[in-house]
């Protein structure tokens, strides 16, 4: 069984439980997301290739489409980030400033 730094909980719910590695969001074509200890935003950057590069620049790749995963891209995503808080992404307000939003304040 692979560890992972993540896990999936009901149909669109990711939540994050590892403080060391950031968690890049690919849904799709929709803009990727990133995860990490101090909270969540857009991620700029280059996609790695490859896993293993992703792991040595202390990421993981969550793509929500695969079938290991929820098997099919979500309008509406729910993440569970480690500094408390339980955000949604609402890829349907791709652009706004209602695309990323807190749900919920420390869910722990």
Do not use: C, W
Not at 82 to 91: A, Q, R, S, V
């Amino acid at each position: 069984m692979i560890e992972r730094n993540f896990i999936t909980s009901g149909r669109n719910t990711v939540i994050h439980k590892v403080k060391k590695f950031d968690l890049l969001i690919i849904n799709g074509e929709k803009p990727v997301v990133i995860i990490s200890h101090r909270g969540i935003g857009i991620y700029k950057g280059e996609i790695p290739a490859k896993r293993s590069i992703a792991k040595k620049a202390y990421q993981d790749i969550v793509d929500i489409s695969s079938a290991e995963l929820f098997g099919e891209e979500k309008t509406l995503l729910f993440v569970q980030a480690l500094d408390g808080i339980e955000y949604k992404i609402d890829y349907s307000k791709e652009g706004t400033s209602s695309f990323i939003k807190i749900h919920q304040n420390h869910y722990m």
